[in-house]
């Protein structure tokens, strides 16, 4: 089992910034690609970013590419999504998700854990 904890969720106003952790515990984290994705209300669980279990490698959905950034420290057991120029359409639920693959994974079945979310509200 992999436990995922994420933090630093909150209100911002738009043009603004947050960085979210995710800190995973429970099995070998340089194991594991990581992901993150959001849910809005009403709307399917979209991708966000995600990083190779080296951060070697990653990836990013359109609507937030040259916005926001994931990285990883693996030995603090942490992926990070710095999220810079925020829009109210980036409100949403946002949940870390870890899969036991060293590559770049982008749709939801393909990832074995998940967090509890946490809430990004960003205000016009």
């Known amino acids: 089992q992999v436990q995922l904890v994420e933090s630093g969720g909150g209100l911002v106003q738009a043009g603004g910034s947050l960085r979210l952790s995710c800190a995973a515990s429970?099995?070998?984290?340089?194991?594991?690609?990581m992901g993150w994705f959001r849910q809005a209300p009403g709307k399917e669980r979209e991708f966000v970013a995600a990083?190779?279990?080296?951060?070697?490698?990653?990836y990013y959905g359109d609507s937030v590419k040259g916005r926001f950034t994931i990285s990883r420290d693996n030995v603090k057991g942490t992926v990070y999504l710095q999220m810079n120029s925020l829009k109210p359409g980036d409100t949403a639920v946002y949940y870390c998700?870890?899969?036991?693959?060293?590559?770049?994974?982008?749709?939801?079945?393909?990832?074995?854990?998940w967090g509890q979310g946490t809430q990004v509200t960003v205000s016009s």
């Open positions: 998700a870890a899969a036991l693959s060293h590559f770049v994974l982008v749709t939801t079945n393909e990832y074995d854990y």
């Open positions: 429970g099995r070998t984290f340089t194991n594991y690609a």
């Open positions: 990083i190779s279990s080296s951060g070697g490698s990653t």
